[in-house]
Nanobody, 123 residues
Framework: QVQLVESGGGLVQAGGSLRLSCAASGRTLSSYTMGWFRQPPGKEREFVAGTSWNGGSTYYADFVKGRFTISRDNAKSTVYLQMNSLKPEDTAVYYC????????????????WGQGTQVTVSS
């Protein structure tokens, strides 16, 4: 299994930006579809964005389209989530995850998870 470690979370004002990183080790990152999920306080974990094994295909939850961008650098074994125009409702723990499925937006299809990084957006 691949091991994943997220970083880059923090406190930001509404309208601001953050870039999350997910560093992978243990397996070749290019073997996996990669995704970002989030879990707001008191809510279920939800899909945010995903990218195919080579970054050629990306897909997003409707609530982040046009604001967030997922990308990957397989040579650096790292996946990124650029978050712009942040809103207070984006406050959540953000998780990076890896899947063997070619297209995945369900948490059940992701077998490897990071520990999460907290993002807090103040109004």
């Amino acid at each position: 299994q691949v091991q994943l470690v997220e970083s880059g979370g923090g406190l930001v004002q509404a309208g601001g930006s953050l870039r999350l990183s997910c560093a992978a080790s243990g397996r070749t990152l290019s073997s996996y579809t990669m995704g970002w999920f989030r879990q707001p306080p008191g809510k279920e974990r939800e899909f945010v964005a995903g990218t195919s094994w080579n970054g050629g295909s990306t897909y997003y939850a409707d609530f982040v389209k046009g604001r967030f961008t997922i990308s990957r650098d397989n040579a650096k074994s790292t996946v990124y989530l650029q978050m712009n125009s942040l809103k207070p409702e984006d406050t959540a723990v953000y998780y990076c995850a890896a899947s063997r499925s070619p297209y995945s937006d369900s948490p059940d299809r992701f077998g490897s998870w990071g520990q999460g990084t907290q993002v807090t957006v103040s109004s």
